[in-house]
């Protein structure tokens, strides 16, 4: 006599137990939408990433991608608009008005929110900048639909949904979140996470244009000036070529001059790992991963970084990863190009000497006569 022991059911709590159909009224909403950051008339380089990624998304759902640009009317607005078509946007939504000059987060999320509501998009993609996560959360919460934060990996599962992958656990661990019973399904992507797509002089396509049904007087937040930042000691880590950054390798905050020496020498940026920031030996706008800059330089040095998750994330997508660490069997030199077993202390000063020679003026002459 055989028994058939019957299928035990997945728990109600996994994904395979969840109900993967729409509701109804969910159902006409299709598209993926990129949200075209606009601020001070420059559109943010992230908005470029995204559309990149979105098209892809787009592709692999059959659908149409689309840029939905909020801003003042001008000459900034409307090249906001061409640049959504030249990187691969298939049309725009767009939204112009004054109350919309300067980014406040009762108009914008108005804007948003109602685009939103009218037109039905599947998937809304911002950046996660500070504009962005402002933005994001509150139009979400408005909607009442999930929002996927900080994502390294996007991609279509098979039914569909968008699979959403970011680091949790302090960035020990990936995980890949879905949000099957909402809709638009929302995310934010930090600067450089996705690969710049290439520029095409792809001509103006269909715009839809929307009204924003408010007025002046209805917003509580005033802007009475604009400090500008553009003098300021930031560093610009996630846009550099060519970064240097070092780990508790390094012994002493004394050593951070060997990074900072090496870094101008080969004219590049200078960063850090957390735990330098956390013992206040560098500022947090230096930090690099997965709690600080994501960067995609064309050279990454690593000296004295032992390469967990947390600093994997921010740094994989350069072209080239080079570590120095005295444990041969540190995490980074899993990922990296190239390794270097020794001691950064005396490594460090060793790349900058042969660098300085190596690019000194004097040096190219004689190369070139």
Not at 42 to 68: K, N
Not at 88 to 112: C, Q
Not at 191 to 210: A, D, E, F, S
Not at 226 to 246: H, I, M, P, Q, R
């Amino acid at each position: 006599m055989v028994t058939q022991i019957p299928e035990t059911p997945p728990p109600a709590s996994s994904r395979a137990g969840m109900k993967k159909e729409l509701p109804e009224h969910f159902r006409e909403y299709r598209h993926v939408w990129v949200f075209m950051e606009l601020e001070r008339g420059q559109v943010h380089p992230v908005s470029f990433e995204l559309l990149g990624e979105g098209r892809r998304l787009a592709d692999q759902l059959g659908v149409q991608l689309a840029g939905a640009v909020l801003g003042p009317p001008g000459e900034a607005t409307s090249h906001a608009v061409t640049e959504a078509f030249a990187y691969g946007a298939d049309l725009v939504y767009l939204l112009e008005t004054p109350l919309l000059t300067d980014y406040r987060n009762e108009p914008f999320t108005k804007a948003l929110t109602d685009l939103v509501v009218t037109y039905k998009p599947e998937i809304l993609l911002l950046g996660a900048t500070t504009l962005g996560r402002d933005l994001a959360g509150s139009v979400a919460t408005t909607l009442l639909t999930g929002l996927t934060a900080d994502c390294t990996e996007l991609d279509v599962d098979t039914d569909g949904s968008l699979a959403a992958t970011r680091p949790t656990f302090g960035g020990s661990l990936l995980c890949t979140i879905y949000t099957l019973n909402c809709r638009p399904q929302m995310a934010t992507v930090r600067p450089r996470v996705m690969r710049m797509p290439l520029r095409t002089n792809k001509p103006v396509g269909r715009v839809i244009r929307h009204d924003l049904p408010m007025v002046e007087e209805e917003i509580a937040t005033k802007v009475l000036g604009f400090l500008s930042d553009g003098k300021s000691e930031t560093a610009n880590l996630a846009y550099a070529d060519v970064v240097v950054a070092g780990g508790l390798g390094l012994g002493a905050a004394e050593n951070l001059r060997l990074l900072k020496n090496l870094a101008r020498t080969i004219g590049g940026e200078y960063g850090c790992s957390r735990p330098l920031v956390q013992k206040g030996w560098m500022p947090v706008d230096r930090q690099i991963g997965q709690t600080g800059k994501t960067i995609r330089p064309k050279l990454y040095i690593a000296a004295g970084i032992s390469g967990a998750i947390q600093h994997r994330v921010g740094v994989e997508g350069a072209d080239l990863i080079l570590a120095v660490n005295t444990d041969p069997n540190a995490p980074i030199f899993e990922f990296a190009h190239l390794g270097v077993v020794a001691d950064a202390i005396g490594l460090l000063p060793a790349l900058t000497e042969v660098f300085s020679r190596r690019l000194a003026p004097s040096r190219r002459v004689r190369l070139v006569t």
